[in-house]
């Protein structure tokens, strides 16, 4: 049976995954690298070791991890998150792809690449691996350094950067080549789908997800999260993108969302299970023989990204003024690469526009760069120490020029009184444009999807798309409205900024405002013409839009106005909602400095760790290590200065502050786990009546002074005292012989309680 030998090949994966992780957590060694490793062991390729052979699902199975894998990725990527990262971190990213991809061109012809294999080369090269990079800076404990942190940042908006790749390379695909791809074309039609899907997400997902905590279960709001993802991903492959695309910007939607904690927690499991298939099922797919007969192209590719990387991001974070010794650490840290580098390898491979063996070369250099990821991340500020020192005279007074330049231009820019007051409406401007796009162009997708629900009748055989066209102006109307008054408004800034001081400024400014409309207005007009289908409805649509969008303004102008406003206040709410929320990524305090030779480490408590259940002030850390506990992370809410009578339970995230050598005593400390087991009697927990014996010692004394909660761990839920029932007593009631007292507690603890009176 099929559905039999599904869930055999999954079996298989999902053991060898495990044992092969455990065994890499044991040697160091990254637990992709095993995944990949023990793909290659039991995939189909290397009789008779051979434990899965069906390609089919081999590719079923990589494709559900990748849906998962993508998901956790865009959570862990919010427009909060993008903002917080700001404008240098952006650019820097971007200067890196482009330094690595041009540096990977210009050697690819020595490793015999060219055309579009050379593309899809340099394409592998400007992605980094985020999970392999979050590990290793978990383990090295730099998670928290500046340069971590800065590094952390730049991968995580290569995952943007790898989802732009993915689609610029899909038309490359679907168009046969590079000549005839559409660079801008596709990145305007992706960032409309991308606009389009994420409105929509913005206003529907934590509504939805709002309602679901109010009167689901834990395990329904799993499951229709699931469901949302699964059905996004395919949305995003009807549209002609990827399923990792759609599943990636279901993850940034809910990591908006105040549920996103909750849903991080129930996925987790998830989470882990499916990525852990997806690179076995990777690793599957690889030839070994082609893997050993290209060892020498592996091994010229990954020493030109141990070049490559370094180099561009070093130069990249010197763009952006950051110091010679943090530039070439973060440079020294991002040089992985990992899961989106499989994809962009294995989609050139399907296609047949790379040789065979270019997935074989993609796992090949993602193996010798995650090996070498711990070491340059370890050995990076001894790296960074030397060359900083080596640096020639001029290149320290010219970065210490550029880096004064850069302060003096954001100071200019923050004076600028056009800018600030423009800023905010050219983005409303540009969100709406793509807005307005995406609804148009993948109209036919959605024409496509509610065909079958809208009424047809004999006279009237184009009514369906009569309808639905009608109601898409409709709805486009608010946007365009928006538009509109936005774009005047900036032309009375500009004319009015424009004209300041002149003689005749009043005069004058109506003259420019008036000309900025107009010309404003003709762009609109271009932009709409552009974007309007030209088959199938073209010979009415016009003609329709027309109409729809005069009676819209004349009878809707004031509601569309008013949609409108709602609209962006929901938008702008849910975007700023938990800026100033105190995390473990927002605290500005957590921020090192060096010279105080002060580390900070972050450490999770194991589900069996001896802390759990204990507080700090048991603990006793700083007398014990020295270090102290600067904060703990608890379901997304970040403590900061805990007290010493806070608890700590299992899979709480603790922050160490203190030397190298007293934060990794402590996490060690923490993270030990003698598998001591703890008996938890909640479903034991029951009330019993107890009465009160002649010579208990607790007659005439008052429920405060004897503490039964403090003594046994009970609670006392009632007396009955002469058939006089006293519910909930308070703590000055009093106790007498013969009463019968109703507590509340396990077992165990109502036998101690009943042994002492006896006794």
Not at 219 to 242: D, N
Request: charged content about 15%.
């Amino acid at each position: 049976m099929q559905g039999i030998d599904f869930i055999k090949d999954l079996a298989v994966v999902m053991m060898v995954a495990g044992l092969v992780g455990w065994a890499c957590h044991r040697v160091g060694l990254s637990v992709i690298v095993g995944f990949l490793a023990a793909g290659m062991v039991i995939g189909p390729f290397t009789p008779p070791f051979s434990l899965v052979t069906d390609a089919g699902r081999i590719e079923t199975l990589a494709q559900v991890g990748l849906v998962f894998l993508m998901f956790s990725i865009g959570m862990k990527l919010s427009l909060r998150k993008l903002r917080r990262l700001g404008l240098p971190l952006v650019v820097a990213t971007a200067v890196t792809a482009l330094i690595v991809y041009n540096l990977s061109r210009l050697g690819s012809p020595l490793l015999g690449f060219s055309g579009s294999t050379a593309v899809f080369f340099g394409a592998m090269l400007i992605v980094s691996s985020s999970a392999i990079i979050s590990k290793v800076l978990q383990e090295t404990g730099l998670t928290h350094e500046k340069a971590g942190q800065m590094a952390m940042g730049i991968t995580v908006l290569e995952d943007v950067v790898a989802v732009i790749t993915l689609a610029l390379l899909n038309s490359v695909v679907l168009l046969g080549g590079m000549g005839e791809a559409k660079v801008g074309e596709t990145l305007g039609l992706l960032s409309a789908f991308v606009a389009l899907a994420g409105v929509i997400g913005l206003l529907a997902v934590p509504w939805i997800l709002r309602k679901l905590s109010e009167t689901a279960s834990e395990e329904l709001q799993t499951l229709v999260v699931a469901g949302m993802m699964l059905g996004l991903a395919l949305t995003a492959q009807e549209a002609g993108y990827s399923l990792a695309m759609g599943a990636f910007i279901l993850g940034s939607i809910i990591a908006e969302t105040p549920q996103r904690a909750q849903i991080d927690r129930v996925f987790e499991g998830a989470r882990d299970m499916f990525s852990a298939v997806f690179f076995v099922s990777i690793g599957m797919q690889i030839d070994v023989k082609l893997l050993g007969q290209s060892w020498l192209l592996v091994l010229g590719a990954s020493a030109l990204a141990l070049v490559a990387r370094p180099l561009g991001g070093t130069v990249a974070m010197l763009v952006t003024g950051v110091k010679l010794r943090d530039a070439v650490r973060v440079g020294l840290i991002i040089t992985p690469i990992g899961e989106f580098s499989f994809i962009i390898a294995q989609l050139g491979v399907a296609a047949g526009v790379v040789p065979a063996n270019f997935g074989a070369v993609a796992v090949g250099l993602s193996l010798v760069t995650a090996i070498a990821a711990p070491l340059l991340t370890r050995r990076s500020g001894d790296l960074s120490e030397w060359v900083a020192a080596r640096q020639p005279a001029w290149l320290e007074g010219w970065l210490g020029y550029y880096g004064r330049l850069l302060d003096r231009l954001s100071q200019m820019q923050k004076r600028s009184v056009l800018w600030q007051l423009s800023r905010k409406r050219v983005i409303q401007i540009t969100l709406e444009i793509l807005l307005v796009t995406g609804l148009v162009v993948f109209s036919e997708q959605m024409f496509g999807l509610v065909r079958d629900y809208l009424p047809v009748h004999s006279r009237f055989p184009r009514g369906a798309e009569v309808i639905f066209w009608s109601v898409l102006v409709l709805v486009a109307l608010a946007p365009l409205v928006a538009i509109w008054r936005n774009t005047s408004a900036m032309a009375m800034l500009i004319a009015q900024v424009s004209t300041q001081g002149h003689p005749k400024s009043a005069k004058l400014a109506p003259v420019v405002e008036t000309g900025l409309k107009l010309g404003a207005g003709l762009l609109l007009l271009l932009w709409l013409n552009a974007i309007l289908p030209v088959s199938g409805v073209a010979r009415w649509l016009p003609a329709l839009v027309l109409i729809v969008i005069l009676l819209g303004l004349l009878l809707m102008r004031r509601r569309l106005i008013y949609w409108h406003s709602m609209l962006e206040v929901e938008l702008q709410e849910m975007l700023e909602r938990g800026d100033q929320k105190f995390t473990g990524t927002t605290a500005p305090w957590m921020a090192p400095h060096s010279e105080w030779r002060l580390a900070l480490t972050d450490c999770v408590l194991p589900d069996m760790a001896d802390a759990r259940g204990r507080t700090l002030g048991e603990l006793a850390l700083r007398t014990r290590f020295g270090c102290t506990v600067a904060g703990v992370e608890r379901q997304g809410v970040m403590v900061g200065n805990p007290v010493g009578a806070m608890v700590l339970y299992p899979r709480d995230k603790v922050l160490l502050l203190g030397d190298p050598e007293q934060v990794a005593a402590g996490k060690e400390f923490l993270q030990r786990a003698s598998g001591a087991p703890v008996v938890s009697n909640f479903d034991e927990v029951r009330m019993e009546s107890v009465e009160l014996p002649p010579g208990s010692g607790l007659h005439d004394r008052t429920l405060a002074d004897i503490a039964l909660g403090k003594a046994f761990g009970l609670q006392v839920a009632g007396i009955n005292r002469a058939g006089r029932r006293i519910l909930n007593p308070s703590g000055e009631e009093k106790l007498y012989t013969g009463d019968d007292v109703l507590v509340l507690g396990s077992p165990d603890q109502i036998a101690a309680f009943k042994a002492t009176l006896r006794g």
